[in-house]
Every structure is written in structure tokens, then in C-alpha cells.
């Protein structure tokens, strides 16, 4: 007779449904997980870069007579401002804002405010009108309140001002923004890179801080990103690495771009005689982290088997500089100055093509401070040499001291947008430079 109480055992077919269960509920919870927690791509549908009007234009002799009618700068220091001019990479179509062009220069609030609005609306206003996205439709905002109110975006969206970064300040911008689109789904973010050059202009004779005076011009920059998936087949690029390097904690780096007051109390930028010394260690820092991101493998050992050599051995070996050719098609060097791309030109050793755009930049527009890598990037775009595939390295320089690098790699052939800032002149160039 069975008892009551019979045993009762699983069939191994029935086992092996029920480890069939288990594994496929791990695998969909573990797919879940990964679709949530894994980063978004970031995808940067177009870029605008703001084209001043003709009548803003100043040549060497203008930016002269100017300076002299001001009655503010000595016979020396108007002599040490023609012989920067002159060295400068600067050609004679650069523009300054309208408060510059009055004699006595205007300086005030009103007029800097007049230039904001005209660099940062004209850049926007373009990026809207190629990209067909409403000012609605932004969730993240990177500059000021200055653009919500002028635009009405909603009242949720997100804004944040990292004034005060200098010329560096368009690729913190970028990373903060990515960081922000992995959080906010399903969302635009817009990022504006200008610099005031009304409010900033230096009424003294201290040699070092004339020379901003003599190189940094207006321009701004908008980017659209987004991390909508399906934006990624209209998009122009996808964001690959951002890497920011930061030398506030060394007290010559940290002063080597300085904004004080001279002995007269006169307001202005210093720029040290170690700013390139410094520039190019920053920049050493900064690749020593970026490298093992974009190089071949190949280089990657070459440079590992020198550094131990150089370390074991305790010998004079030459450091191997990374070919970062071999991991970028295009280069967009912050425009700072002459100097500035004829040292990275040595020190990562690139060739005259490699620093076209950044050279024609200068030449074209000045140093535009953090906008200066999307008019290079313009200036690519508008001699159709961006191909699908290809990867592009963003590096720029600023106060405190920082060198950051944005890489971006092409998601298609890239035609230049309508108004890119290049399109009337582009035939052109490159031009011949004076050496």
C-alpha cells in the first residue's frame, strides 16, 4: 500500500526546463543591466561657427591708427604690438567687435553684452536653421541664461556657464555635456564656445599683456549633440574620448596666463615667458593618457620598451614620441597663436597638412580662444576632406594651465553645412605665410 506522503521526484526533462528558465532569466536580466548601465553614444549632429560681417574687419594699419588714437599706449608699446602683429600668423580679414572700432574704444557692459548677443545668436541661429531642431526640443544648455531668454527654452531645461576656462573651455564644455547625456535620456544638448573681446581689452604698456591684444579676435561656436540613437544616421560624427589635463597645482603653471592688474592699475591678461615650456608639458601629460586609447599597439610597445629602457637603464635614451598620425586623420590645434602650432607641430611631429587648418584659422579669424577648433574643424569640412571613418583630434590649450582632447570619429563623408565660415574664401587657401 503507497503511503500518503509518496516522494516526488523531477523527470529530467523537466530539469532541464527549469535550467533552461534560469539561464535565459539571467541572460535577459543581464542584457537588461547592460542596456542601462552601458554609456551612450554621443552624436554631434552639426557645428556653427559665427561669421562676423565685412564691416567689422581690421587689418594691420587700422588696428595701428587705432591703437595710437586711443592716446593710451607709449611709442614703445605701440612699436612692440606692430612687431607681434607682424610675427603673429595673423593675415589683414581678422574682425574685432563693433565697441573696438570707436575711437576712444567703448568697453562697457552694454557693449560687451551687444557682442555676446551678436557672436553666440549668429552661431545659433545657423545650427538651428541646418539642423531643423527647435529651440524647444534642447534639453542641456552649456554657456548662460542669456540664450534661454532669447530662445524661450523650456523652463526644465538644464543650463550650466563654466565661464572663466579660457581657451580650453569648449572641450570641458563637451565633457561635461557628455557626462550629462548619459544621465538625461533622449535628450539635445547645445554648447556655445565664445570669448568677449570687448570687456578684456588691455589700455596699458606692459609688454606682457599687450600681446592678447594683439592676437585674440571674436568668433563663437555652437554644437549640436545628441544621444538619441536614431540620430545617429543624420549625425556628422560620434564622440569617442575625451581626456583633461590639469597643471592649477604647479604655481608657474598656474600663473603662466594670468588676468591682474599692471602697476597702474590697468586690467589685462600677463602670458609668461614659460607658457610654451609648460604648454608643452601639459601636453605630454595629457597624451601619455590619450595614447593608449587611439594608438596601434605598435606604438604603444615602442613607447613602453624606450620608457623602460630610459627607467632600468638609467640611461640618456631619447623619449619615443608616439606617432599619432598613424591615429588621426585630421588635427584641429587650438589657434593660439603662431607659436603655439609651430611647438605642437614639433613636438608630436606632424607635417605642414597636418596643422593646415589650424595655421588658416589663425590667419583667417585669429584666435577666437575656444571656438578656435571648430573653425579648423570648418575648414576641413569646407575642403571636403573628412571621409567616413576617419578620426579627428581636438586639442586645445587654456588658463590655469589645462590642455584637453576631444576625438571624434566621422560617421560619414562630410559635406560643409550651409554659411560654414569658409564657404566665400575657402578657394583661397591654404595661403603662402610669411616665415
Not at 530539469?15 to 552601458?38: K, S
Not at 614659460?274 to 587611439?294: C, F, Q, R, S, Y
Request: with cysteine; proline share 4%; net charge positive.
Amino acid at each position: 500500500m503507497m503511503s500518503d506522503d509518496a516522494d516526488f521526484t523531477i523527470s529530467p526533462l523537466h530539469l532541464h526546463h527549469l535550467n533552461l528558465i534560469i539561464v535565459l532569466a539571467v541572460l535577459i536580466i543581464g542584457a537588461t543591466l547592460y542596456i542601462i548601465t552601458r554609456p551612450r553614444s554621443i552624436y554631434l549632429l552639426d557645428s556653427s561657427c559665427f561669421r562676423p560681417p565685412d564691416y567689422l574687419r581690421v587689418d594691420y594699419n587700422r588696428f595701428m591708427e587705432h591703437s595710437r588714437l586711443t592716446g593710451e599706449f607709449d611709442d614703445c608699446a605701440l612699436e612692440f604690438q606692430r612687431k607681434i602683429l607682424q610675427r603673429s600668423g595673423l593675415g589683414e580679414e581678422t574682425y574685432f567687435p563693433e565697441a573696438m572700432h570707436a575711437i576712444p574704444p567703448n568697453p562697457s557692459m552694454a557693449a560687451a553684452r551687444q557682442e555676446a548677443q551678436q557672436v553666440m545668436f549668429g552661431a545659433l541661429d545657423n545650427l538651428f536653421a541646418n539642423t531643423g531642431i527647435k529651440p524647444k526640443q534642447i534639453g542641456i544648455l552649456i554657456v548662460n541664461s542669456m540664450i534661454v531668454n532669447k530662445y524661450k527654452l523650456r523652463e526644465n531645461t538644464r543650463t550650466y556657464n563654466i565661464s572663466g576656462m579660457g581657451c580650453s573651455a569648449g572641450v570641458i564644455a563637451i565633457d561635461i555635456a557628455k557626462d550629462l547625456l548619459q544621465v538625461h535620456r533622449n535628450t539635445y544638448a547645445v554648447v556655445v564656445s565664445t570669448e568677449n573681446i570687448t570687456q578684456n581689452w588691455y589700455l596699458g604698456n606692459k609688454k606682457s599683456m599687450l600681446i592678447p591684444n594683439c592676437l585674440f579676435r571674436m568668433g563663437a561656436s555652437a554644437v549640436l549633440l545628441s544621444n538619441k540613437s536614431s540620430d545617429r544616421r543624420r549625425s556628422k560624427y560620434k564622440l569617442l574620448h575625451v581626456v583633461r589635463t590639469h597643471k592649477g597645482s604647479d604655481d608657474k603653471a598656474y600663473k603662466c596666463v594670468f588676468q591682474e592688474e599692471d602697476d597702474e592699475g590697468k586690467t589685462g591678461v600677463t602670458l609668461s615667458k614659460d607658457l610654451m615650456i609648460i604648454a608643452g608639458e601639459a601636453l605630454k601629460t595629457n597624451i601619455t593618457t590619450l595614447g593608449p586609447l587611439v594608438l596601434p599597439i605598435s606604438e604603444q610597445l615602442l613607447f613602453f620598451v624606450t620608457l623602460v629602457a630610459k627607467k632600468m637603464l638609467n640611461t640618456k635614451v631619447k623619449p619615443y614620441i608616439p606617432d599619432f598620425k598613424l591615429a588621426f586623420s585630421h588635427f584641429c590645434i587650438h589657434a593660439g597663436g603662431r607659436a603655439v602650432i609651430d611647438e605642437l607641430e614639433k613636438n608630436l611631429q606632424l607635417r605642414a597638412e597636418h596643422v593646415e587648418a589650424s595655421r588658416m584659422t589663425l590667419h583667417r579669424f585669429g584666435n577666437t580662444s575656444s571656438s578656435s577648433i571648430w573653425y579648423e574643424l570648418a575648414y576641413t569640412e569646407a575642403k571636403g576632406r573628412v571621409r567616413k571613418g576617419h578620426r579627428v583630434w581636438q586639442i586645445a590649450f587654456g588658463s590655469g594651465f589645462k590642455c584637453n582632447s576631444a576625438v571624434w570619429v566621422a560617421l560619414k563623408n562630410v559635406k560643409p553645412s550651409p554659411n560654414n565660415p569658409w564657404e566665400d574664401c575657402i578657394h583661397s587657401y591654404p595661403v603662402q605665410l610669411l616665415t
